[in-house]
């Protein structure tokens, strides 16, 4: 299994909406990320965890609340988000460095987030 | 901080041609990886190539090929035969070989369209 699954692939919220986007991956990563992708733009780092601890918070909005319950899982928690929030949101994995070092990330096809 | 410059935003090649994209960056370390992701329509980003920077030799994927000049700090893609299906935005990636997890930068990308 070589698949990040994401969840909702598409969700529209209103700027009231409490709503959570789901992201799972069994290849034995423990590294996984969220990215942030504006229409024709790179993805932005916004948080990474490892070994399920937060380690890098790209000094992202706390509308935005990151949660990694196992090694398999990593949600993003959304609430009172605003209209410039919408975009695609990547989720990634990767081993972490020092363990079977490739330097890769795995992608899953992204959720895209509508905010009215 | 590193960068990834991408100075071609569109290209265009025919079916069955050869095309090169081109990306620099620049870091002041010395053990990193690079990265062409692909990213179609359907959003998903997908590892096209990797390079690491040690490795002299450049990396080759089938019909995908690297020009890695280290000391210039480029690093560009050749596909061959191009095909239908390799539409799509084109990503380069830089990430650092240290501790802890990949933190990828992106360039802005170059979006290719391959006429039949």
């Known amino acids: 299994d070589t698949e990040v699954t994401q969840t909702p692939k598409h969700l529209v919220m209103g700027m009231t909406n409490k709503k959570s986007l789901k992201c799972e991956q069994h290849?034995?990563?423990?590294?996984m990320y969220w990215y942030k992708q504006k229409a024709k733009k790179p993805p932005e780092l916004m948080f990474v965890?490892?070994?399920?601890?937060?380690?890098i918070n790209e000094s992202v909005p706390s509308r935005f609340s990151p949660e990694c319950p196992n090694s398999s899982l990593l949600n993003l928690h959304l609430h009172a988000l605003q209209p410039e929030d919408s975009a695609l949101y990547l989720c990634?994995?990767?081993?972490?460095?020092?363990?079977?070092?490739?330097?890769?990330?795995?992608f899953g096809e992204g959720s895209r987030l509508t905010v009215l | 901080a590193q960068t990834v410059t991408q100075s071609q935003p569109e290209m265009s090649v025919q079916e069955a041609e050869t095309v090169t994209l081109s990306c620099t960056y620049d870091?002041?370390?010395?053990?990193?990886?690079l990265f062409w992701y692909k990213q179609p329509p359907s959003r998903q980003m997908i590892l096209v190539i990797r390079?690491?920077?040690?490795?002299?030799q450049n990396a080759t994927e089938n019909r995908f090929s690297v020009n890695f000049q280290k000391a210039a700090k480029s690093f560009s893609l050749k596909i061959s035969d191009s095909q239908l299906g390799d539409a799509a935005m084109y990503f380069c990636?830089?990430?650092?070989?240290?501790?802890?997890?990949?933190?990828?930068?992106f360039g802005k990308g170059t979006k290719l369209s391959v006429i039949p």
């Open positions: 990634a994995s990767s081993h972490p460095q020092g363990l079977l070092n490739t330097g890769e990330l795995f």
């Open positions: 290849m034995g990563h423990r590294a």
């Open positions: 965890y490892s070994y399920e601890k937060l380690s």
């Open positions: 870091t002041s370390e010395s053990d990193y990886y």
């Open positions: 390079q690491e920077a040690y490795k002299q």
């Open positions: 990636a830089y990430t650092d070989s240290g501790a802890g997890s990949y933190q990828l930068t």
